[in-house]
């Protein structure tokens, strides 16, 4: 089964710094790509997802994430932060018709205002 | 926000007695799952059900149990529960198989 790592367990930023997470998985065959939010004391709802396509994709609030498949990555970007930013966001990957969705330890993000 | 309903939003219970989260849903998605979350491990899958009476073993199966009578319907079961069991539970659904999952507003669940 595949697997997910997320390289950083807590950042913390100050408005307007730019943002970049980090997302590896171990798969080597078609994956499908997705980054979810979870505000504090809220469900996980979906940033973006990638399936095919365009590698670079582009969610909501501002956010975007760049598939590299050679690296196995699937980073998530914010240019600048606001201090609703704040949250934990997981990176998940399934494959295609399988009903085994993996997700990352997840990433805790401070936006300082 | 799909529409995704757990109950009971918040338990406490003793070690050793059964539990029952229940999960609703009015999306008429053909996919439900049950994940637990806890801290360091993300979401794990426990069971999932791809339609009435069909449900198969996730990732963190042990001590726990589904059953799916109606579409809308998947309960999870805690036969005896154990303090490993404390967590926070989310049901998800899904339309098709590895694509976009939504998610109910969790279960937050404590064995003492």
């Known amino acids: 089964a595949q697997s997910v790592s997320q390289h950083n367990h807590h950042v913390i930023l100050s408005e307007a710094a730019s943002l970049e997470l980090g997302c590896n998985y171990s798969?080597?065959?078609?994956?499908?790509l997705f980054w979810y939010v979870q505000y504090p004391g809220q469900h996980l709802q979906l940033l973006l997802k990638?399936?095919?396509?365009?590698?670079l994709v582009k969610g909501i609030k501002g956010f975007e994430a760049e598939f590299i498949k050679s690296k196995f990555s699937f980073n998530l970007r914010k240019p600048s932060v606001q201090w609703s930013d704040t949250a934990e966001y997981f990176c998940?990957?399934?494959?295609?018709?399988?009903?085994?969705?993996?997700f990352g330890a997840g990433t805790r993000l401070t936006v300082k205002p | 926000d799909a529409g995704i309903t757990q109950s009971p939003r918040h338990k406490v219970t003793e070690t050793g007695t059964p539990v029952t989260l229940r999960c609703h849903q009015t999306?008429?998605?053909?996919?439900m799952y049950w994940y637990r979350q806890d801290p360091g491990h993300g979401l794990r899958l426990i069971h999932y059900?791809?339609?009435?009476?069909?449900?198969d073993k996730g990732e963190v199966s042990d001590g726990y149990s589904v059953s799916r009578s109606k579409t809308e319907d998947f309960l999870l079961t805690l036969e005896s529960a154990t303090s490993s069991q404390t967590s926070v539970y989310f049901c998800?659904?899904?339309?098709?198989?590895?694509?976009?999952?939504?998610f109910g507003e969790g279960s937050w669940l404590t064995v003492v």
């Open positions: 999306e008429n998605h053909r996919y």
């Open positions: 998800a659904i899904s339309e098709v198989a590895g694509n976009t999952i939504y």
């Open positions: 998940a990957v399934s494959t295609p018709n399988n009903n085994d969705m993996r």
């Open positions: 059900s791809y339609g009435v009476k069909d449900t």
């Open positions: 798969y080597g065959g078609t994956v499908n």
């Open positions: 990638y399936f095919s396509g365009d590698p």
